[in-house]
Structure formats: C-alpha cells, structure tokens
C-alpha cells in the first residue's frame, strides 16, 4: 500500500491533498493507496472533510522502513516523520520552497510549482479528463484546497490559474464561492476548545534565521478579537512550546482575513527586533499591526531578518 500525507500540523490544502491522490491513485491509477495525517487537522480541515463525506485520515504510526510514500503539500524534513529518509518515498507534490535534506531510493517524481495550493496542481498532473471523473466530494475538497489557502483569492500567492479552477469547480458544484468561503473560515475560527499550547503549533513551520530557531505560527481568522483576549496567555506559553519544541521563540502572526492584515504579538525584545528589522515598523507595545500582510509563505518567511 502507497501511504499519502502532508505535513506536521495538516491544513486544509495537506489533509484534502492527501484524500485526492489517494482517491486518484486507487480510481484512476488502480493502485492500492491511503491518506494519512500527520497529526489532527485544524478545525477548518475537519469542516471540508465532513462537508464532503469523508472521514478526517487516519494518523500515520510508525513509519517503516521500505514504505512506499507520497508526500504531498510539503519537501522540509523538519515537517515529516523523523525517519522519512528510510522510507521508499515515490513521488513529492509541493507548492513551497525548495528545502532540501530527503533522500530517496531512486529517482522518483518531484513537482513543485508556483501555484497557491497542492490540489491546483494535482488537477493539472490529472487533466481535464479525469478531473470530470472526479465524484462530488473530490470536487469539494480541491475547491476548498483552493479557496483556504488563497484566503478566497486575498493571498498574494493567488494565480489566475487557482481562480480558473476555483471557478469551474463551483459551477460543477453549484455553489457560491464566498458563501462557501464563509463557512469555510467561520470553522477556521472556531478556536475555542484550543489550549494555548495547542494553537501555537496548529498552524506553524519551524524556520531558522542564521543560528536562531524559530516557530513561525498563523493563526487565520474572521473573529481576531477572540485570539487577542487570549493574548496575554498566548504570549506566556510561547516559553513553555520553545523549550519542548527545541526553538528559540515563536513567532504568532494572527491574520484578519476580512482586513487583509497580520498582527504580530510581540513577546519579548527578540520578537520586538524581528518585527522591526523583517516589516520596517516601530514596535511601542505588545503588538504590532502589518497592513497587508496574509502570506507566511510569500510576505513573512521571505522578510524575516533578526
């Protein structure tokens, strides 16, 4: 069996991503293959699942050595199982930046294109042929890959390509994007039952800057307000995940998807100095709002300097 996941803190785009390849490697392809998750799904991921009928995957165990695996939504070692490299991984899906350090047992197939979510791509290596094969609930969640990690198009990773698809698939499925997108983010929002541990990691990719470690965390919502009544013990655990997780500081980037901004908790004279040097802003308090600014992938990690 060919086992297919993303990565550590699955999203939308890596839950969903692993669902369709699965479904197009059995169905299509007649191959033997399951989605996994490398952890539970954010709250919007579990939405689109149900929406559409499936279960949320089952988490990876073990990974044994000789498995054959694709990995979809990601390339960073840091984000998958610690013995990947054991694996017999035979095909990597990605829209991120090139990192570096798998190892595979022979050449396999790598595609990593610009576009704003795995499942745009996984569409184009389909074809329209067997796109129109695709059942309902498939539909849903490559428009819903779509949608999350565009932000309904806001995000500046947005192609017209993503916009192209989006739009087809919600005539087949006859919906209304932004009441679907809605719906969408108003599950992503729903944080409640979240400790403050919890949501540090739910959305976030560990990155190091010269010899320091960070955590760099989006939280993605309609509601912030209820994020910053957490604030001042949000900002207390960031000590307590650094020392579990080996890093130096977590980095918690809330982002108002209606306003189109990002604000920065500012923990410490680290996270002060980082917010200065990366968006050129003057910092006087324990927060800092960064017009503009939606895309880890695209505006944040590429700025970040200490």
């Not at 017999?88 to 050449?107: A, F, M, R, S, Y």
Request: aromatic fraction near 6%; charged fraction near 25%; include cysteine.
């Amino acid at each position: 069996m060919i086992k297919i996941f993303g990565h550590l803190a699955p999203d939308t785009d890596a839950t969903c991503s692993a669902l369709i390849w699965a479904w197009y490697l059995k169905e299509i392809k007649g191959q033997n293959a399951e989605a996994f998750v490398l952890g539970v799904p954010n709250t919007e991921a579990q939405f689109v699942a149900k929406r559409w009928g499936f279960e949320v995957p089952e988490l990876l165990g073990d990974l044994d050595a000789g498995q054959d695996v694709v990995i979809v939504d990601t390339n960073n070692p840091a984000e998958l199982p610690v013995n990947v490299n054991d694996a017999n991984i035979i095909e990597i899906i990605d829209h991120h930046l090139l990192v570096g350090g798998i190892k595979t047992k022979q050449p396999i197939n790598i595609t990593i294109k610009p576009l704003a979510s795995t499942a745009t791509i996984m569409m184009g290596m389909m074809g329209d042929d067997d796109v129109a094969k695709a059942p309902e609930g498939i539909k849903g969640l490559m428009l819903s890959c779509i949608l999350s990690d565009t932000l309904e198009f806001r995000s500046p990773t947005t192609t017209d390509v993503d916009r192209k698809l989006a739009a087809e698939l919600a005539g087949d499925l006859g919906l209304d994007i932004p009441t679907y997108a809605g719906e969408m983010f108003a599950a992503k929002s729903d944080v409640s039952h979240f400790s403050d541990v919890e949501l540090l990691r739910l959305d976030s990719k560990k990155y190091e800057i010269g010899e320091t470690k960070f955590r760099v965390s989006v939280l993605e919502t309609t509601s912030p307000e209820i994020i910053f009544t957490r604030k001042d013990s949000l900002m207390a655990s960031m000590a307590t995940v650094a020392a579990e997780d080996g890093i130096d500081q977590v980095l918690l980037f809330v982002v108002n998807i209606l306003k189109e901004e990002a604000t920065l908790l500012i923990a410490n004279d680290l996270v002060k100095q980082v917010a200065e040097k990366s968006f050129g802003v003057n910092v006087s308090g324990d927060s800092v709002v960064l017009p503009g600014i939606v895309s880890r992938k695209k505006q944040i990690i590429p700025n970040l300097a200490v």
